[in-house]
Nanobody
Framework: QVQLVESGGGLVQPGGSLRLSCAASGSIFSRDGMAWYRQVPGKQREMVATISSGAYTNYRDSVKGRFIISRDNAKNTVYLQMNSLKPEDTATYYC???????WGQGTQVTVSS
């Protein structure tokens, strides 16, 4: 059974940084594409960044140049480095094996002064 566990969320001031981690178990991680999504109450979950098994990356426009997705196959972990955070980045962040794998439980990121 595939399981994903996110961590690293918290409260940060605008302009600050956070690094999210997503540890995977139960899958052949190195073969999987991975993605980070985020969701705020009342809105649809949206894709933030993706990384393929070959480490090709893709980002939504609003985070390009600020967020970096990466993976460590030896640790079965995908990361999201978030820099220059803005209040509009506040959301619950989820990781997922793409295109249709299970979701993690999410980690809350709050950007506020």
């Amino acid at each position: 059974q595939v399981q994903l566990v996110e961590s690293g969320g918290g409260l940060v001031q605008p302009g600050g940084s956070l690094r999210l981690s997503c540890a995977a178990s139960g899958s052949i991680f190195s073969r999987d594409g991975m993605a980070w999504y985020r969701q705020v109450p009342g809105k649809q979950r949206e894709m933030v960044a993706t990384i393929s098994s070959g480490a090709y990356t893709n980002y939504r426009d609003s985070v390009k140049g600020r967020f970096i997705i990466s993976r460590d196959n030896a640790k079965n972990t995908v990361y999201l480095q978030m820099n220059s955070l803005k209040p509009e980045d506040t959301a619950t962040y989820y990781c997922r094996i793409i295109p249709s794998g299970p979701w993690g439980q999410g980690t809350q990121v709050t950007v506020s002064s």
